[in-house]
């Protein structure tokens, strides 16, 4: 489902309240906020939400069990896409599975690399909700849902689609970011939009960079700091990647929490424009009190994140493995797991999410 009206318009103003630690970006702007907003507005906005008044009880009690699950977990699939206006608005840029495990309340990310091999659609996980969409409206949920379960063996419940548009649109609506950066970074090969095609093969690509200290980021900046991959140093890593993002949340937490953004009437609705406008997703409305609950309780929980890598865990375990450039995987750069052990991969993903 799409949310062109208002059936989802208002729950994501709490988007920052309900978490005090550092999420992926994505998931963030998704399983901690579904729901809340029609719980604090109370029944003036339950018909605008689409929740009957019996649902609205769910917040008020242990109704976990409503939520679709598998012996006590329920997987969220988040996904940021890069949305209309680019070369490729259905491809992922950003693929986190959230489970949530009712039975010792945590709730796991695990970051899935874009460039995982899917052998039953040849191609990169982060093609398989394009594929879907090009197959048929609405398509893309049902087979990257499929995709995920054919290389983690995990069974996604609810998933969420969330575009670039939302996370730039929102950082201009509070003003911009004052960012510390430390260590600077040059990125020579950032790719233009629309350009993509260009020749000479130079002309597709800019320079940007972020000087050591403070630097002030509008929504287009903020949007280049957490996609940059191509410094020559450390900053071209995912790793680093992945602590901007999570620099990034924070600043805006920062703002959304703050006295003069929430007393804002103007500046609330038009977050909830954007909001009603870059979102999609198949979590049914009356889940959202549930989801509201759960997000609540989770700051009192245990929070984790894992991302699969071919570098070593911290138990010395490397799980994934860039295998050579071959007609095996149609010429394309591609992580499998190691020793193409497909199996060990989901034990190895089964193990991050049952542990205590």
Not at 73 to 98: K, M, Q
Not at 314 to 343: A, C, E, Q
Request: hydrophobic residues 35%.
């Amino acid at each position: 489902m799409f949310f062109k009206n208002n059936s989802l318009s208002r729950i994501m103003l709490h988007i920052f309240f309900l978490s005090k630690k550092y999420f992926h970006i994505f998931t963030l702007f998704f399983l901690l906020t579904i729901g809340f907003y029609g719980y604090t507005l109370g029944s003036k906005y339950l018909s605008k939400l689409e929740i009957k008044p019996k649902d609205l009880l769910n917040f008020f009690s242990e109704n976990k069990e409503k939520l679709n699950s598998q012996a006590g977990i329920t997987n969220f699939l988040v996904l940021g896409i890069r949305g209309e206006g680019t070369d490729s608005p259905n491809l992922t840029d950003s693929i986190i599975l959230a489970s949530l495990n009712q039975q010792n309340d945590t709730l796991t990310q695990i970051g899935i690399p874009r460039d995982l091999w899917v052998p039953s659609i040849r191609d990169k996980i982060n093609t398989a909700y394009h594929y879907g969409q090009e197959a048929t409206t609405g398509g893309g949920i049902s087979l990257v849902e499929a995709s995920i379960y054919e290389v983690t063996g995990q069974p996604i419940n609810y998933t969420a689609i969330i575009n670039f548009s939302f996370f730039k649109q929102v950082i201009d609506l509070i003003g911009g970011l004052d960012i510390y950066v430390s260590p600077g970074f040059v990125d020579n090969e950032f790719p233009i939009p629309g350009k993509e095609n260009s020749m000479p093969v130079s002309s597709r690509f800019e320079t940007i960079s972020f000087p050591e200290g403070l630097n002030h980021l509008d929504g287009e900046t903020a949007l280049k700091f957490v996609r940059s991959r191509h410094s020559p140093d450390d900053q071209g890593t995912d790793f680093a990647r992945s602590k901007r993002q999570q620099q990034i949340i924070s600043a805006i937490k920062e703002k959304l929490t703050s006295t003069n953004f929430f007393l804002d009437e103007n500046k609330v609705s038009d977050l909830i424009d954007i909001a009603k406008n870059n979102l999609i997703t198949n979590l049914p409305p009356s889940h959202y009190p549930t989801i509201a609950r759960i997000a609540l309780d989770l700051n009192k929980q245990n929070i984790r994140a894992a991302v699969l890598d071919t570098t070593p865990d911290v138990n010395g375990i490397s799980i994934l493995y860039n295998p050579p450039i071959s007609k095996t995987y149609d010429n394309k750069w591609v992580l499998i797991p190691k020793d193409n052990n497909w199996k060990a991969l989901k034990l190895y993903i089964e193990k991050i999410i049952s542990s205590p």
